[in-house]
């Protein structure tokens, strides 16, 4: 599974097109559910001077660019959503429809999939932005071809990143009269691309409307709506967490202390999990479950769906100190720490603009009581310190992050135990898919993907896929985010390259690996290609670098390879993995892109995932998931340490399409002893012919 971008979840900014072209397949939604009211409390962003210049754009409609298709369903919902911007309590000229939630998820679940259900366009990246009269979606370039099968001819199609094509922002800035007022949902944005939206319509002196307590595609989605999910939470036994849950608040009050802060607002689903050992089953690949968690110095609170919570996890939350409060409450709770004068922690660019403002306009109302109690003359107010001892938003990466990303032993070890499992299952499904081509059996990606699948559900602790599989069959291969569909796959067969990137969670752990492999005779071409792969696959599993090395110094190591023949690849190299957890898990990565320059750290899970993609003919990649590790140099230059990989992943990585000639003695003993370690760690998980097929398969190579 290809990396992903640390910003993937701001589509209304310029790098929309950068940002979100590197995930697999984001799926961002709402999870916040809000009871609809007759008069929607409203918060107005007066508009300021702007202090850049945007460029106006004419976007040319989506008719232009595609054939015309007949107006569809989607259309008398786009009317129904516009007689809902005059009605009382709502005045706006536009309204923005994101594929975000309100915890900035890369899955979730069905019944917020508010973009698909108003455009119709079932992508998991896009934004709608909707005015009186027009209609426009913008995605990246994996989904365009889906977009212009899917959106009706009222839409306009945005190809983010293509030249010419405006940002959301533009386009707005570009259509609508001065002075226009622009709705959203708070819950749908982080506070900082609400703030970005802000500043970037100022340029027309554009409002941004919030508008809190009403979505309007809710408004017309009524009933036909999915009902949120319901399933139980579980506790994360403290085997495979590593850490009590008093330990890890423990230490994150220290941070609070250190910092001056008296209370933090958590609001990444991953990270409630992992501080209070939970995990659940609200989204798809993912196990967590829908919550804030507002942490003090003395007391914590937990905002859920008390209904998903039985007796063992309400006994594991009072054992730690941990209060419930209803999911829908948390507005009010961060209006009462600004009222006692909480100086909150807040992480703008995941924590929603609804809670944020909420605890800004709580501030002012402080200060403006303050501000009446000294004019009154009363000992409220400190005439030594003024109000210094107030409450003020403190604004800051959330510690849980990095201390998520910086497993234990207990987390590790789980994580080296169920990738055994895992590649047990895989060496089980080569053996079949090997079977079905040798006896001519007509099979498609669909039919791949669902056998993999039923393998890896057999093996002990499996609970989900880790994502929706890639299973990739000649030029589909390509197609670097590629899902493939029952009525539309491709067939897999002896004449094709076959990609599989596939992944899984268990109870222990979260597994993520793509091989290639050609079922036939792979053309020199082929094999040149995935032989540099390689190559650049085994710099990255080998290299030794200092302390407080960025990720993005290492992304050439894998490319170089390809580089000296002119060639590369459009994803970052990779992406930091939860443990039990998110597939996708910040803040490191290894990309080309240098914006994040998050040290890597031992302990941290990273993939090792290089590729090529050759469009309409054929897709290469390999992966393995490493452990960050502490490395004994002979020399340890400038006093600090040196770090290095561990592996995770042991599957055979296909002798045929290796070009030995191009292998250095160096790389040839890594690919023998890489098979050697297979072998000898998930032989004892098999039996019968897939044992058979993993000692033919991991046997020493001899150059030639």
């Known amino acids: 599974m290809h990396s992903l971008s640390s910003h993937a979840t701001r589509p209304l900014s310029s790098s929309f097109s950068h940002s979100t072209s ?44 595609r054939p015309k298709r007949p107006n569809s369903d989607s259309d008398s919902k786009l009317r129904a959503l516009r007689d809902l911007f005059s009605k009382p309590g709502v005045g706006i000229d536009a309204y923005i429809i994101p594929s975000q939630d309100a915890h900035q998820s ?177 989204v798809p690949h993912s196990p967590v479950m829908y919550a804030y968690l507002i942490v003090e110095i003395d007391k914590a609170k937990l905002f859920v769906d008390t209904s998903k919570v039985g007796t063992e996890v309400l006994d594991h939350l009072e054992n730690a100190g941990i209060e419930l409060r209803p999911y829908d409450s948390i507005l009010s709770e961060v209006e009462s720490l600004a009222a006692k004068g909480a100086k909150v922690w807040l992480d703008a660019s995941s924590v929603n603009a609804a809670i944020v403002h909420t605890y800004n306009t709580a501030c002012e109302k402080y200060y403006e009581s303050l501000e009446s109690k000294r004019k009154s003359k009363t000992k409220a107010y400190d005439d030594s310190n003024g109000w210094s001892e107030g409450p003020t938003g403190m604004y800051r990466v959330s510690p849980v992050s990095l201390a998520k990303a910086l497993k234990n032993d207990a987390e590790l070890e789980g994580m080296r135990s169920c990738h055994l499992r895992d590649a047990a299952a895989l060496a089980q499904f080569w053996v079949w898919i090997e079977e079905q081509i040798n006896k001519n059996v007509k099979l498609t990606e669909v039919e791949a993907a669902e056998k993999l699948l039923e393998f890896r559900s057999r093996q002990p602790g499996f609970l989900d896929t880790s994502f929706d599989t890639i299973s990739g069959s000649g ?97 970052g190299t990779g992406h930091g993995v939860g443990a039990a957890l998110n597939v996708h898990e910040g803040p490191q990565s290894i990309s080309f892109r240098f914006g994040n320059t998050t040290s890597l750290q031992s302990g941290m899970i990273v993939s090792n995932e290089p590729g090529y993609y050759e469009d309409h003919a054929f897709g290469i990649r390999i992966e393995n998931l490493l452990v960050v590790k502490e490395v004994d140099t002979p020399n340890r230059f400038g006093g600090i340490g040196y770090l290095g990989f561990e592996k995770l992943t042991y599957v055979p990585i296909q002798a045929k399409l290796i070009d030995l000639s191009l292998l250095s003695g160096a790389e040839f003993d890594w690919l023998n002893d890489y098979h050697s370690q297979v072998w000898d760690k998930v032989s004892p998980l098999l039996d019968g012919p897939a044992s058979q097929w993993l000692w033919n398969n991991t046997r020493p190579l001899v150059k030639q």
Not at 23 to 29: G, V
Not at 226 to 252: C, F, M, N, Q, T
Not at 478 to 496: F, L, T
Not at 535 to 554: K, R, S, W, Y
């Open 22 to 65: 590197y995930f697999r397949f984001i799926s961002l939604s709402l999870p916040f559910l809000h009871s609809p009211k007759s008069n929607p409390k409203l918060f107005t962003i007066s508009p300021k001077a702007p202090t850049f210049t945007i460029r106006s754009i004419s976007a040319k409609p989506s008719s232009e660019l």
């Open 475 to 571: 030029a589909n291969g390509a197609i670097i985010h590629y899902k493939p569909e029952p009525d539309s796959c491709s067939v897999v067969n002896e004449k094709k390259l076959f990609l599989l990137d596939s992944g899984a969670q268990y109870v222990d752990g979260t597994t993520d690996i793509t091989r290639t492999v050609h079922f036939g005779e792979p053309s020199p071409r082929q094999k040149d290609c995935f032989t540099r792969v390689l190559q650049g696959h085994i710099a990255l599993d080998q290299a030794v670098f200092p302390e407080n090395t960025p990720g993005f110094v290492l992304d050439a190591f894998a490319r170089s390879f390809l580089w000296k023949i002119g060639l590369d690849y459009r994803h």
């Open 106 to 282: 890369e899955f979730i679940a069905e019944c917020y999939m508010r973009r698909t259900y108003l455009s119709g366009f079932t992508g998991s990246a896009g934004t709608a932005v909707v005015t009186k009269d027009k209609a426009a979606l913008w995605t990246d370039g994996r989904y365009f071809l889906q977009a212009e099968k899917q959106l009706s001819s009222s839409w306009i199609l945005m190809r983010a990143g293509n030249l010419g094509v405006p940002t959301a922002i533009e386009w707005l800035n570009d259509v609508l009269a001065p002075g226009g007022r622009v709705g959203i949902d708070p819950f749908l944005f982080s506070s900082d691309a609400a703030e970005e939206l802000k500043q970037g319509i100022a340029k027309k002196n554009h409002e941004l409307v919030f508008l809190y307590e009403k979505n309007l595609v809710d408004e017309i989605w009524k009933e036909s709506r999915p009902e949120p999910p319901k399933k139980p939470i579980r506790v994360h036994e403290l085997k495979y967490a590593g850490a009590d849950v008093a330990s890890k608040l423990s230490s994150l009050r220290s941070e609070l202390v250190a910092a001056g802060s008296s209370a933090i607002v958590i609001s990444m689903l991953d990270e409630v999990a992992w501080l209070l050992n939970l995990r659940g089953s609200d």
